[in-house]
Nanobody
């Protein structure tokens, strides 16, 4: 059974940081590109960033997070990360870990940014 389990969300003040994690199981994690996708309340899904299977190639789709968010992965630990710095209220959303090939989705972790 494929599982993608996100963690690390929560409430943070503007300007703060969070690190999201996603532990994968049930498939060969190191063989697939992985992604983070977010959905803010009342808004459409937004692809944030994608990382290739080896971690060498990263594509950031959301212009609003460039320079602030960093995707990474640890294939030995079957874990995907999203380091989020200088958070803004508009970053508040449910963040999903996604394996785009099949695709597989996690259940999401909620990020709230408020003072």
């Amino acid at each position: 059974e494929v599982q993608l389990v996100e963690s690390g969300g929560g409430l943070v003040q503007p300007g703060g940081s969070l690190r999201l994690s996603c532990v994968a199981s049930g498939f060969t994690f190191s063989a697939y590109a992985m992604a983070w996708v977010r959905q803010a309340p009342g808004k459409r899904l937004e692809w944030v960033s994608v990382i290739d299977s080896g971690g060498a190639r990263i594509t950031t789709y959301a212009d609003s997070v460039k320079g602030r968010f960093t995707i990474s992965r640890d294939n030995a630990e079957n874990t995907l990360y999203l380091q989020m710095d200088s958070l803004k209220p508009e970053d508040a959303a449910v963040y999903y870990c996604v394996q785009p090939f099949w695709p597989y989705w996690g259940k999401g972790t909620l990020v709230a940014v408020s003072s």
